[in-house]
């Protein structure tokens, strides 16, 4: 991530409290994910700081993360001026937020790391989602979708499925092939456009015009998304609520 996005100001020394909250947090973070190649934790703080209930800038670093089925390649957090309930984390009791945190970040997701993460559900639901808006709702009646492949390839996605019918037993199964172009209509807004939807027998969508909206929430802030050969890359914001 570039010096400009996650730079802050040199904190004080830190302390035994500091890097035993460091580690605290590193552990806790792992037991978040399934699996993690490499996760680095920075927190500048002096115990005095952090006793206040106060973290001025922390950061978390990791690579090959798997939260909830999604296979993420590299990620970097900053976040700063977190208020903790130290009060109660030092009785031992869980750490909770006090106030909503902004996160600034950057996400680098590869080909073959999405592809991994084609079964998760929170990439299937969204995936699902956006067929919903392309296709005739009578034509995905009693249909089952299984997503199987997802190119990226300069500034557009490619997306693979099949179509069953769940009513008829030896009915044969339609193969979608969906490519749209990616990008932001504002930092809360994706616009997908460019869309064409083609089937093995013949194409079903075919509309240079046709673009689909997609609001992601007052606590998103993206500023970039960009899809190149074999590669998504997003950085912005988002808001961590207690």
Known sequence: MQESHLNSKKSHKTGIITNVLTAALKLWLKTQVS???Q????IRASDRQILSGCIPWISVFG???VYQGL????IQLVAENIRINIGAVLKGQPLQLLEKVPVVG???QSEEDLNSSISSALLSTALHDVLVELLP????KFKSIAWKKINLDQSQATLFAVLADELADESKPTHLNISMTPDLLSTQELQLSSIQVKTHTGTLLEDSHKELYFNLGPDVDIQELTVSCGKLLCRGRINVNP
């Open 39 to 42: 996760l680095d934790v920075e």
């Open 137 to 140: 709702k009578e034509y995905l």
């Open 71 to 74: 296979h993420i390649t590299q």
């Open 106 to 108: 950057e996400l680098i």
């Open 35 to 37: 699996q993690v190649s």
């Open 63 to 65: 690579t090959h993360p």
